[in-house]
């Protein structure tokens, strides 16, 4: 069995506490956090043992899972991965490029196995759409979300829209050719809505937008491709796909449209999405790759590819605002 210790237990500390409780091939050991008021919630609601030096709590675990401000991640990671152990971080990978670049490397030497946390990799309407023949040409993304103060020290592009760039690097299996953006700081000392275009040199075209300033929730993907519209609703849950219809597809709406070419018959369908906890799937996830010596879904390299285009992302804008 696989023990597992919790590097901060605020907000989404105690979800991911929830969801190893229910996972039945680990063992939860015990939790680092300065804070002393949410150390004494968590050994009062959940029994844990309290860690007060962040090395004892390492060298008593086989996974490390890290819950802490973005700032902290390097700092815990590596002394995770020094001793060789199996590290889970919450994204974005690290507050630099450079403390990236060098937990890769380290993670490479050590041969330890790393996640990224980028949950909407397990969303049920995401996964609605694994094993589908996707060439996505043009991808229109809305996250829109209320304000809160929570996750503000950094940008909405590390905050919300690093989300999508992971789900769309995920998906388009080219490199970045330009990007284009503009943000705006309102609520913040960083920008608080930005808008942002990244051109792929296959081709395709992505158009995102991120706000933390909304009066109203938005999390949706739409992809345009060759043979189909697939839409995504990743806040609730559903996922919508337009295409021809083929021979093969039942229980579809359908409805004709007369083109220049003649009629053709569109089919709609709305694949039925289980209930399922995303959390829970990413930590099993993580699990079933250390057991089985497999590639964990969002690995460290994935979470340096976001950071990446993260990074231009703000660089593009700061240049921008400077400009003007």
Same mark, same amino acid.
């Given at each position: 069995m696989?023990?597992? =210790?919790?590097?901060?237990? =605020?907000?989404l500390?105690?979800?991911?506490?929830?969801n190893?409780?229910?996972i039945?091939?680990?063992?939860?050991?015990?939790?680092f956090?300065?804070n002393?008021?949410?150390? $004494?919630?968590v050994s !009062?609601?959940?029994?844990?043992? /309290?860690? +007060?030096d962040?090395?004892?709590l390492?060298?008593?675990?086989?996974?490390?899972d890290?819950?802490?401000?973005?700032?902290? @991640?390097?700092?815990?990671? +590596?002394?995770?991965?020094?001793k060789g152990?199996?590290v #889970?971080?919450e994204?974005?990978?690290?507050?630099?490029?450079?403390?990236?670049?060098?937990?890769?490397? +380290?993670?490479?030497? !050590?041969?330890v196995k790393?996640q990224v946390g @980028?949950?909407?990799r #397990?969303?049920p309407?995401?996964?609605?759409? $694994?094993? +589908?023949p996707?060439n996505p040409m043009f991808?229109e993304?809305? /996250?829109l979300?209320?304000?809160?103060p /929570?996750?503000?020290?950094?940008?909405?592009?590390l905050?919300?829209?690093i989300?999508?760039?992971d789900?769309?690097?995920?998906?388009?299996?080219?490199d970045?050719?330009?990007?284009?953006?503009s943000g705006?700081?309102?609520?913040?000392?960083?920008?608080?809505?930005?808008?942002v275009r990244?051109?792929?040199n296959?081709g395709?075209?992505a158009? *995102?937008?991120s706000?933390?300033?909304?009066?109203?929730?938005m999390?949706?993907? /739409?992809?345009?491709?060759?043979?189909?519209?697939?839409g995504?609703?990743?806040?609730?849950? %559903?996922?919508?796909?337009?295409k *021809?219809?083929?021979?093969?597809?039942?229980n579809v709406f359908?409805f004709?449209?007369?083109?220049p070419?003649g009629?053709?018959?569109?089919?709609?369908a709305s694949?039925?999405?289980p209930?399922? &906890?995303a959390i %829970?799937?990413?930590?099993?996830s993580f699990v079933?790759?250390?057991n &089985?010596?497999?590639?964990?879904v969002v690995?460290?390299?994935?979470?340096?590819?976001a950071?990446?285009?993260?990074?231009q992302?703000?660089?593009k804008?700061?240049?921008? &605002?400077?400009a003007?």
């Open positions: 696989l023990k597992v =210790g919790v590097f901060g237990v =605020g907000h500390g105690k979800f991911h506490l929830n190893w409780k229910e039945e091939e680990v063992k939860l050991v015990g939790f956090d300065p002393n008021d949410n150390a $004494k919630q !009062a609601d959940y029994g844990l043992k /309290r860690f +007060m962040e090395e004892k390492i060298d008593s675990c086989d996974i490390i890290v819950v802490v401000p973005t700032d902290k @991640h390097f700092e815990i990671c +590596m002394q995770a991965v020094r152990k199996h #889970f971080v994204k974005p990978l690290t507050h630099t490029i450079d403390e990236a670049k060098q937990l890769v490397n +380290m993670v490479r030497e !050590a041969n790393f @980028h949950v909407e #397990f969303n309407a995401f996964l609605a759409i $694994k094993g +589908m996707l991808i993304v809305h /996250r979300a209320q304000f809160n /929570r996750g503000t020290e950094v940008s909405v592009i905050d919300l829209m989300h999508d760039i789900i769309i690097l995920s998906l388009v299996k080219s970045v050719k330009h990007i284009y953006a705006v700081a309102v609520m913040t000392d960083t920008p608080d809505i930005a808008n990244i051109e792929f296959n395709c075209v158009n *995102l937008t706000s933390r300033i909304s009066m109203k929730k999390r949706k993907v /739409r992809l345009f491709q060759k043979d189909a519209y697939i995504l609703d990743f806040l609730e849950k %559903k996922t919508e796909i337009i *021809l219809k083929e021979d093969s597809d039942t359908e004709d449209l007369e083109t070419t009629k053709k018959t569109l089919a709609v694949p039925v999405i209930q399922a &906890n %829970k799937l990413e930590l099993q079933d790759a250390i &089985n010596n497999t590639t964990p690995s460290e390299i994935d979470g340096l590819l950071m990446q285009v993260a990074h992302i703000i660089a804008i700061n240049k921008t &605002n400077i003007e």
